[in-house]
C-alpha cells in the first residue's frame, strides 16, 4: 500500500513540476539598460518600482529584471543591449544617457522599449511622432538638454554684474553642441561672454578639478553646468569646487541645491522615472508601446540655497527669489 501511496503521489508531482517550470519561465523580464552606474541610478530605479508596482507588478512575485549598468563606459552598451535581446526579455527600459536610449533602439525593432531621455525624442530619432510613436519604442523626455538658455539666464539675474560665463560640458554628451549653441546664444542675447570647458568626466574627477582651475585663470565669475548624468553623479565635487573658487553656479537638479549648490533648475527626474514604470506596467498588460505617447514634462522646479548665496556674499533679487519654487536656508 505504502508503494502504491508513493508512486501515485509521484505521478501527481510529475504533472505539478512542469506547470511551476511553465509558470517560472512565464513570468515577464524587465531588462534595465543603464549608462550610469546602481549606485547612482538608484533613485530613478525606486521610482521606476514604486510606479511598477501600482501597475500590480512586483519584482521577484510576477516580474523579473535583468539589470545591465555601463558604468558610464557607453561602448558597452551594445553588448549589454544585444545581452538583452538574445535573453528574451518581454520589454527594455533604458535610460541613465541617451546612448541607452540608442543602443537599445538598434538592438530589437520588435521588443518593446521605454527609452526616458534628455533629448527632444523625434529631433534624437527615437520616434517619428508624440503622440503616436509607432513601432516598439515610447517613453518620455525630461527635456534636460533644451533647458541651458533658461538656467543661464536665471544665473544672470542672480549675478548681474558677471560679464564672463564660464560654461562646463560633458564631451561623451550627444547633445553637447545643441547645449554650447544654447548657450552661447542666450550669453549673447544677455551679453555675456562664454568661456567653454569640455569636461571629459568619465575619465576622472581631475577633469573637473582642472576645468574650474582654467575657469579661475579666465576671469569666469559664475558657472553654468550643463545637464547630464555625468555631472549628476558627481554633484558633491561640483559644490566643492565652486565653493572653494567662490563663483555662482547653477545646476540641474533640486538635489544640487540641497547639498548646498547656489541654484538649479530643471525638470523632477523621479516623475520621469515614474511614468517610465507605469507605462512598462501597462506594456505588460498587453498596450502596445507604439499606441502610448510620448510624455513630456510638466513639472520644472527651480530652486535656490539662501546659505550659500550667503557664503559668497550674494543676494538674490527679491523678483528671483519670489519664482523659487523652493528656497533651502
Known sequence: MRRRNFIAGLASMTGVWPLAARAQQQMPVIGWLFAISAQAGQPQLNAFRKALGAEGFVEGQNVQIEYRWADSQYDKLPAMAADLVAKSVTVIVAGGGDQAGHAAKAASSTIPIVIVTG????????????????????????????????????????????????????????????????????????????????????????????????????????????????????????????????LPAIYEFRQFVVEGGLMSYGTVLADAFSQAGAYTGRILKGEKPGDLPFVLPTNFQFAINLKTAKALGLEFPPTLSARADEVIE
Open 119 to 246: 533629448s527632444d525624442p523625434v529631433k534624437e530619432g527615437f520616434v517619428p511622432n508624440l503622440n503616436r510613436p509607432g513601432g516598439n519604442v515610447t517613453g518620455m523626455t525630461i527635456l534636460a538638454y533644451e533647458m541651458e538658455s533658461k538656467r543661464l539666464g536665471l544665473l544672470h539675474e542672480a549675478v548681474p554684474a558677471t560679464k564672463t560665463v564660464g560654461v562646463l560640458l560633458d564631451p561623451a554628451n550627444p547633445n553637447v553642441d545643441v547645449q554650447l549653441r544654447d548657450a552661447r546664444e542666450a550669453a549673447s542675447k544677455l551679453g555675456v561672454d562664454v568661456v567653454a570647458f569640455n569636461v571629459p568626466v568619465g575619465n576622472g574627477d581631475d577633469a573637473i578639478t582642472a576645468a574650474f582651475a582654467g575657469m579661475a585663470q579666465k576671469k569666469a565669475a559664475a558657472v553654468l553646468v550643463t545637464a547630464g548624468p555625468q555631472f549628476n553623479m558627481r554633484r558633491a565635487l561640483l559644490i566643492a569646487q565652486a565653493a572653494q573658487y567662490r
